[in-house]
Each structure stands twice: as C-alpha cells, then as structure tokens.
C-alpha cells in the first residue's frame, strides 16, 4: 500500500492548517553527515508517486525532489560526524529533524514524525508514525528530499576522496567501501566511534606501539 493523506487530512480536520512531515536519512553509514527534511504539502497540489524513498530509484527520487520543491515548502538540514561522535547516531537524527523543522518559514501546526520517538526539543504538537515514510505522504516527501539531499553531499566528497565509493553507496560499508578504509585508511568524514571505523583505528593504534 503507497502511503496516503489520511494523517493530514485528520489533522486539517482539527483544525490544524501547516501539517509537517519530517524524517531522516543516514543513520547506518560509516561516513558523512545525518540529513533530514521537513516538508509542508499543499493538498491541491500533491506531487504524483510519492512513496517511501527506499521504494524508488535514483532518478524517480531526485525527479520528485524538484516537484516537492517546486510545489511544497522545504527545509533540509543536517548533524555533522563530529556532532554523531560528540552524542549518538540517534541524537544526532534528532538534532537533523529538529533543524529541519525549526528551517520552516513558519512554526506548524501539527508534525509528523518518522518513527516511535518524538525528538527532544521538537516543541511542536507531534504525532509519532512507525513506517511513516510508507505511510503519510508529507513523510514520504520528506525522506525523498532528504535523501536526494544526503546522496548529493557523499557525490560531492566523493570527488574529494575517492576510492571509497561514495557516489554509489553513500557511505554504507559496502564490500568496496570496507575494502578501501583497509587499503585507503579513515578519512575526516568517517564516524569514529561506528564498530568498523573503531576496530581499524585500534589495530592501527596497536600496530604503531
């Protein structure tokens, strides 16, 4: 089942006019930032195919992501490695969703928010939606501009520090990407503290003594 307008719809109802959906990409790959979207529909414009990014192929995502931003307001925002070491990955998608929100052009009225947690300082009224982005199209926008978004950023380093694969696998531990921090080594851009990254900083550490 494609997601649907029935959370928004409910919400309007109420009587509540700017009806966000937010949420968030990156929080399993080794490298880059944690990017999330929030994203305002305007219900007598809807872009057609909305769906769950991960359901979609590069060129239907990054198609969509120009009519949501022609149609629909956006903000986009992120939490950099070094605020993911500092906290946690969760923490971190949290501060990106935050943002996100607060990069409106106004407060909503009403947020739908990916997933079973209401981010800490999200001081907005919040509906928590598990699988939202399968489920509400507003969140469904947003993960589609949200990983539009990150995929360019991991293309751009990319061109800065290439051999990992980045601009394919948007920094996952892909068999290549593994493969490359082991001949290549650990870049600024990579999560320190993530399992993969920690066990070849400490065998390097080991091996120098």
């Known amino acids: 089942m494609p997601p649907d307008f029935l959370f928004e719809t409910a919400a309007r109802d109420r009587g509540l006019s700017r009806i966000c959906g937010v949420d968030e990409v990156g929080r399993g790959p080794l ?3 944690v990017t999330a979207a929030a994203v305002i529909l305007d219900p007598d414009r809807i872009p057609e195919g909305l769906d769950d990014s991960k359901r979609l192929t590069q060129r239907r995502r990054a198609a969509l992501a120009a009519e949501i931003a022609e149609m629909a307001e956006v903000s986009i925002a992120h939490a950099s490695v ?3 070491e500092e906290h946690n990955i969760l923490r971190a998608s949290h501060l990106a969703m935050i943002r996100a929100v607060a990069g409106l052009s106004a407060p909503p009225c009403h947020v739908l928010v990916d997933g079973n947690m209401v981010p800490r300082g999200l001081n907005h009224p919040c509906e928590t939606l598990v699988g939202g982005d399968g489920r509400s199209l507003s969140i469904a926008a947003a993960s589609i501009v949200a990983k539009v978004a990150r995929d360019g950023i991991m293309a751009d380093l990319a061109r800065a ?4 694969g980045w601009e394919r696998n ?7 990407h593994k493969a490359a921090l082991q001949d290549l080594g650990v870049t600024p851009h990579h999560r320190r503290k993530f399992k993969p990254i920690h066990n070849i900083l400490y065998q390097a550490a080991i091996a120098s003594d």
């Open 170 to 176: 948007a920094g996952y531990g892909t068999a290549q």
């Open 161 to 164: 520090h290439p051999g990992y």
């Open 82 to 84: 070094a605020e993911i």
């Open 31 to 33: 490298a880059g930032p």
